[in-house]
């Protein structure tokens, strides 16, 4: 019986597998302040908060005190996990990406100050507006100081 029994947690758990989020670059940049997202189905503002380095990327959104609206978490360009609006997807971007999460990667770039074709990117003072023309998402951001 207690080989039967062990035998059973082997199987019942041998398919769980944890999944651990890589370390962020200590030595990344961080951002803050507030931001409009606007598409052709939603719209929302929030507060943001970014951890960015040439390798990796830390975005989350949030409403008020505690309540997150969504969370991006990029190492490399071999891993990605988000999290928001009731769906999570955690995968390597080199092989496939949902498409609605392209111009929320994209925004790793934009933030750095890469060029990208996709995205026209309109910066004044601590204002920064990213236009996305293909799928009629537009980004704006007013940095904290």
Not at 28 to 44: D, E, I, N, P, V
Not at 75 to 82: A, E, N, P
Request: proline share 5%; glycine share 10%.
């Amino acid at each position: 019986m207690i080989r039967f029994l062990f035998a059973l947690c082997l199987l019942v758990f041998a398919g769980c597998q944890s999944l651990h989020t890589p370390a962020a670059n200590p030595g990344g940049q961080f951002l803050t302040g507030q931001m409009h997202y606007a598409s052709t189905k939603r719209s929302f503002v929030g507060d943001f908060t970014a951890r960015i380095s040439q390798s990796d990327f830390q975005f989350d959104v949030t409403k008020g005190p505690g309540v997150p609206l969504l969370s991006l978490r990029e190492s490399g360009d071999t891993y990605v996990h988000f999290e928001g609006a009731g769906h999570s997807w955690t995968g390597n971007p080199k092989i496939f990406t949902p498409g609605k999460l392209k111009s929320w990667l994209a925004l790793h770039d934009v933030l750095l100050g890469r060029a990208r074709a996709d995205v026209r990117v309109t910066r004044q003072g601590e204002q920064l507006i990213a236009d996305f023309p293909q799928t009629g998402e537009r980004f704006a951001f007013q940095f904290s100081r």
